[in-house]
């Protein structure tokens, strides 16, 4: 970070809506019931918030759907009115937090660029000199002279977005609205955050992608319920919101074949201190575990255990048998734990944990099948590939009629 000067200090902000419980809509209404009383519902969103942002902080805010991210976003950007508590800046703002706030639809992209650019501290003169460089970085020059009512939602993203980045605030306000814009725009975002980031300017994030939190931010804070959970590293953070965000989801767990002679009494994954967790980070190292019960004597056992993705396609396995994972038999009674240790190399998304018990020499006869006995959450990476391997790439170049070696 530039600096260890304060951008942003927010210091016990409160914020609620009132919500009417019933409305009334005509004149009719009023006339029967003009003493009626309009009653409110109090909808609390943020309690007691209280950080700081440092000049130069990349910083990123997340929460789940409800949490108060936006809501945090648009009272420090000024949008709503706090009801309690104190919001100081340093330096000039940019938000960038709803599409098409700040944008007239009924005038051409030309005037809507003057106009915002003027609102986020320009002169009108420095404005129009860099009108052209916002939209060939919007990659609009042909709808200059377009209303923006005729233009696409990702046009108008990309066009508020590049109006932002060329207006040099000293501090960013970004919404998760560049979810909107296409892989390509998305791209272009990222290149400009690199730089940004690499000029010291003051950035307030809030999203959704992980990814983008542990690339980008210095720091990173969690909302759930309206008050602050967690502030810290983007990885903590990271980690305590896909934990939140998958602890209430009920996965599709499928129990297959079950004999008399076993059961499945546990599936869980473990990180590398040992805590229980359900979700894990690319990179880190994982624990997974099964535990079985005999219900009978089994002869000749073996245990498998696999992950496989969201459309059942089995990512790798491992397992353990009489002849060569020195289990021998099963008595009555008796408990087992089997477990995987391995370097999370998944992409991003949900994986479930299954299992089996064979019994045999062959191991043709099963005992117990189950493919999804627990499900865990992989996160940080998104490839275009179930798993990332560990590679080194060479390129060679041949010249015309010289055969392939």
């Given at each position: ?9 927010v ?8 919500l ?15 003493f ?20 130069g ?38 938000p ?24 986020m ?10 009108f ?38 000293d ?28 000029e ?206």
């Amino acid at each position: 970070m530039a600096s260890s000067q304060v951008a942003i200090r927010v210091h016990q902000l409160d914020k609620s809506f009132r919500l009417p419980k019933y409305r009334m809509h005509t004149l009719k209404e009023r006339a029967i019931h003009p003493f009626r009383r309009h009653r409110f519902d109090e909808f609390h969103v943020l309690h007691g918030i209280d950080f700081e942002v440092l000049e130069g902080e990349f910083f990123g805010i997340v929460g789940r759907n409800g949490s108060g991210k936006s809501t945090l976003l648009k009272c420090i950007a000024g949008i709503y009115r706090i009801d309690s508590g104190t919001i100081h800046m340093a330096g000039r703002l940019s938000p960038f937090i709803e599409l098409g706030v700040g944008f007239n639809p009924d005038l051409p992209a030309r005037d809507n660029v003057t106009i915002n650019a003027v609102m986020m501290g320009l002169t009108p003169r420095e404005a129009r000199d860099r009108f052209d460089e916002i939209m060939a970085f919007g990659e609009l020059e042909r709808f200059a002279d377009t209303k923006l009512k005729n233009y696409s939602s990702g046009m108008q993203v990309r066009l508020a977005f590049s109006v932002m980045v060329h207006s040099d605030p000293d501090v960013m306000l970004i919404d998760e609205v560049l979810a909107v814009g296409d892989a390509a725009f998305q791209q272009k975002c990222l290149d400009v955050f690199y730089r940004l980031r690499a000029e010291g300017k003051t950035i307030v994030l809030v999203t959704h992608a992980m990814g983008l939190v542990q690339q980008f931010c210095h720091r990173a804070m969690m909302l759930s319920g309206g008050e602050i959970t967690h502030i810290g590293l983007p990885g903590e953070v990271a980690r305590a919101y896909m934990s939140e965000n998958f602890r209430d989801l009920t996965s599709d767990v499928r129990v297959g074949i079950t004999a008399e002679e076993v059961r499945l009494t546990a599936a869980w994954m473990t990180n590398a201190t040992g805590e229980r967790v359900d979700t894990v980070a690319y990179g880190d190292m994982m624990r997974l575990h099964v535990a079985v019960e005999a219900l009978g004597p089994i002869k000749t056992p073996g245990i498998a255990m696999w992950l496989s993705s969201e459309d059942g396609v089995r990512v790798f396995s491992a397992g353990a048998r009489e002849d060569g994972g020195g289990l021998g038999d099963f008595e009555r009674g008796e408990r087992m734990e089997f477990s995987i240790e391995a370097e999370n190399r998944l992409s991003a998304g949900r994986y479930y944990l299954g299992c089996t018990v064979v019994r045999g020499t062959a191991g043709l006869e099963a005992l117990l099948f189950q493919d999804r006995a627990a499900d865990i959450v992989s996160y940080g990476v998104s490839l275009d590939s179930l798993i990332g391997i560990d590679h080194t790439v060479s390129v060679t170049r041949l010249r015309a009629g010289e055969p392939v070696r």
